[in-house]
């Protein structure tokens, strides 16, 4: 039986469904707003913060050169090399000496204090695993055409700043977590697998292959030729920052003579 509703009830039930109605079109007004991200979106976002498509891949070589203090006060120092599909090459240097990588298209070499500094060949998983760091411009430009996924898997917070966290996994297995930063587009952290770090792959040195290594990178600015690279890097393990003195791009590099596996 349909009771007759009386006046205050009727202005309560319209209140009701007035105010349900707001809320109904400012969920559907708002969504755009909050729409989420796509992994190509956020791709796009970080090769835009970092001056283009075009721009990246201009890059043929980097050369960059760093010092960082420990808390006992010894310096680490750092040179890399980097020729666009031919040479990668990274010296770390410490108190008890030098850990040299090599990477070259058709072979690969580890030198360490532990082997006395001489060169080994690296096992063709490892080489395999570091082949990515040929790639000047970086594997998340034209990720697709070189073989590469890459999928949004969450959010990251960093140094507090919110980031997107951006999984590329290359053709080999190993992958690459980037943590691209919500507002500039910056890669402010990479995580990678340990064992792919310097020459790894294969869990060298006792390293667990399947342990994480985390790489943050901080104070970007713009070299004079309008490229973009971070001048802060801490890398997982060290337990200090890493001040780039030197950077070069499109510099000439003998890379003759830096793909020779001798000190």
Same mark, same amino acid.
């Given at each position: 039986?349909?009771?007759?509703?009386?006046?205050?009830?009727?202005k309560?039930?319209?209140?009701?469904?007035?105010?349900?109605?707001?809320?109904?079109?400012?969920f559907?007004?708002?969504?755009?707003?909050?729409?989420?991200?796509?992994?190509?979106?956020?791709?796009?976002?970080?090769?835009?913060?970092?001056?283009g498509?075009?721009? =990246?891949?201009?890059?043929?070589?980097?050369?960059?050169?760093? &010092?960082?203090?420990? %808390?006992? $006060? *010894?310096? #680490?120092?750092?040179?890399?090399?980097?020729?666009?599909?031919?040479?990668?090459?990274?010296?770390?240097?410490?108190?008890m000496?030098?850990?040299i990588?090599?990477?070259t298209?058709?072979?690969?070499?580890?030198?360490?204090?532990?082997?006395?500094?001489?060169?080994k060949?690296?096992?063709?998983?490892?080489?395999?695993? =570091?082949?990515?760091?040929?790639?000047?411009?970086?594997?998340? &430009?034209?990720?697709? %055409?070189? $073989? *590469?996924? #890459?999928?949004?898997?969450?959010?990251?917070?960093?140094?507090?700043?919110?980031c997107?966290?951006?999984?590329?996994?290359?053709?080999?297995?190993?992958?690459?977590?980037?943590?691209?930063?919500?507002?500039?587009?910056?890669?402010?952290?990479?995580?990678?697998?340990?064992?792919?770090?310097?020459?790894?792959?294969?869990?060298?040195?006792?390293?667990?292959?399947?342990?994480?290594?985390?790489?943050?990178?901080?104070?970007?600015?713009?070299?004079?030729d309008?490229?973009i690279?971070?001048?802060?890097?801490?890398?997982?393990?060290?337990?200090?920052?890493?001040?780039?003195?030197?950077l070069?791009?499109?510099?000439?590099?003998?890379?003759?003579?830096?793909?020779?596996p001798?000190?």
């Amino acid at each position: 039986m349909n009771l007759p509703m009386t006046t205050s009830g009727r202005k309560y039930f319209a209140r009701c469904y007035y105010s349900c109605f707001l809320l109904f079109c400012g969920f559907f007004m708002t969504a755009p707003a909050i729409r989420a991200q796509t992994a190509d979106e956020v791709v796009g976002k970080y090769i835009a913060a970092l001056g283009g498509r075009e721009k =990246l891949n201009a890059i043929q070589s980097v050369y960059q050169q760093g &010092v960082a203090v420990m %808390a006992n $006060g *010894n310096e #680490v120092n750092t040179k890399s090399w980097k020729v666009q599909g031919k040479l990668y090459r990274n010296e770390i240097s410490f108190g008890m000496g030098s850990v040299i990588v090599i990477v070259t298209p058709n072979g690969g070499w580890i030198s360490s204090p532990r082997d006395g500094g001489t060169f080994k060949a690296m096992t063709g998983d490892q080489l395999k695993n =570091l082949q990515w760091q040929l790639d000047c411009p970086g594997p998340l &430009v034209d990720y697709t %055409a070189k $073989g *590469n996924k #890459v999928e949004l898997i969450g959010t990251d917070t960093v140094s507090g700043n919110e980031c997107y966290k951006l999984k590329l996994t290359f053709p080999s297995g190993e992958y690459v977590i980037y943590s691209i930063d919500k507002k500039t587009g910056y890669s402010l952290r990479e995580t990678r697998k340990a064992g792919g770090m310097m020459g790894g792959g294969g869990g060298g040195g006792g390293r667990n292959p399947n342990a994480e290594f985390k790489i943050e990178y901080s104070d970007f600015q713009k070299t004079p030729d309008g490229y973009i690279f971070p001048n802060t890097i801490v890398a997982g393990g060290f337990g200090a920052k890493s001040s780039v003195e030197k950077l070069e791009v499109n510099k000439p590099i003998d890379v003759a003579t830096l793909s020779k596996p001798s000190n």
